[in-house]
């Protein structure tokens, strides 16, 4: 009697302790790094670039058109080409891509359509003149999800990097006034920029943190700073840094990859978001 009672007992425990490892199986391999499943893919946080994309005078051509002016651009970006690394302000610069060399988004925004989603990923697609960003339609193959909350103050998007992925919050956004198409470029451009951190594109706006434009309270024609439909009533419209600083991304990645080299020898090329309508003087096509 007492010894069947310790047999049950290792039985019990047995039970317990498989359901604990499937479980654990279940959170850490199929579930990815948070329960949520809202970051499916570590985020990289190596800071470095890879060698032997550019020649040392095509590197300095890049971070020439990233080190900008005072409300334009990023002057950390400069340390690429004399340090070979991938810093902002002496802190690695992180991407979530993965090491397949293309950011895969899962859509669960009601906020963000997926049309819009798919929109912004051709965006990047076409400055970076090859395929870099994906829209797929299960959740267990996106590097990360796109999502709706309510709680942070004062916020439109964020790119989390910490397991959140790239939230947006609705309530926070005053659009009362706006007519349909800036609102929709508006949400599309804080879209591409929030996939543009994804991508590891910092601010954009000017200084060491690319944060001069923000800090003055002046509106930028940089998606990667602050943008408005009012300053833009053309729509999004890409410039030279945007795809320098794509460039220099693309190096930084676990897959380093040459993208929107086009900058180099077209810089004036461009790519423009006007309600739901993608233009692009940009070479299609300009990498493999
Ligand atoms: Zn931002």
């Known amino acids: ?15 317990i302790f498989l359901g604990f490892l499937g479980y654990w199986t279940t959170q850490r391999i199929v579930g990815g790094p948070n329960r949520h499943y ?29 080190h900008g002016s005072q409300y334009h651009g ?11 690394v991938y810093q902002l302000d002496g802190k690695p610069l992180p991407n979530i891509v993965g090491n397949d060399g293309v950011l895969q988004l899962y859509n669960k925004s ?23 960003v994906a829209v797929v339609d299960n959740q267990r193959l996106s590097d990360e999800v796109i999502h709706d909350n309510e709680t942070q103050r004062g916020v439109l998007g964020r790119q ?42 910092p601010h954009l706006g000017g200084g060491p943190l690319g944060g001069n434009a923000a800090s003055a309270g002046i509106l930028t024609a940089e998606f990667m700073a602050p943008w408005r439909p009012g300053r833009n009533p ?39 978001y006007n ?6 003087t940009i070479p299609r096509g300009s990498e493999s």
């Open 234 to 272: 053309l729509g999004v419209r890409s410039t030279a840094a945007d795809a320098a600083a794509l460039a220099l991304a693309g190096l930084s990645w676990q897959q380093p990859r040459r993208l929107a080299s086009w900058v180099l020898t077209d810089p004036g090329a461009t790519v423009i």
């Open 38 to 66: 809202y970051q499916r893919t570590k985020t990289d946080n190596r800071g470095t670039i890879a060698r032997g994309h550019y020649s040392q005078a095509e590197l300095e051509a890049l971070t020439r058109l990233t």
């Open 110 to 132: 009601k906020f963000m359509t997926t049309a819009m989603v798919r929109d912004a990923a051709a965006y990047w697609n076409h400055l970076a003149g090859v395929k870099i």
């Open 1 to 15: 009697m007492h010894r069947s009672g310790e047999i049950w007992m290792a039985v019990i425990l047995g039970i």
């Open 160 to 201: 989390s990097y910490n397991g959140q992925g790239l939230v947006f919050f609705p309530p926070n956004w005053h659009m009362s006034g706006l007519s349909a198409k800036d609102r929709n470029n508006w949400q599309e451009a804080a879209l591409i920029h929030e996939i543009g951190h994804a991508l590891g594109i």
């Open 74 to 84: 990023n002057t950390s970006l400069d340390i690429v080409a004399t340090k070979y």
């Open 275 to 280: 309600q739901g309508r993608l233009t692009s």
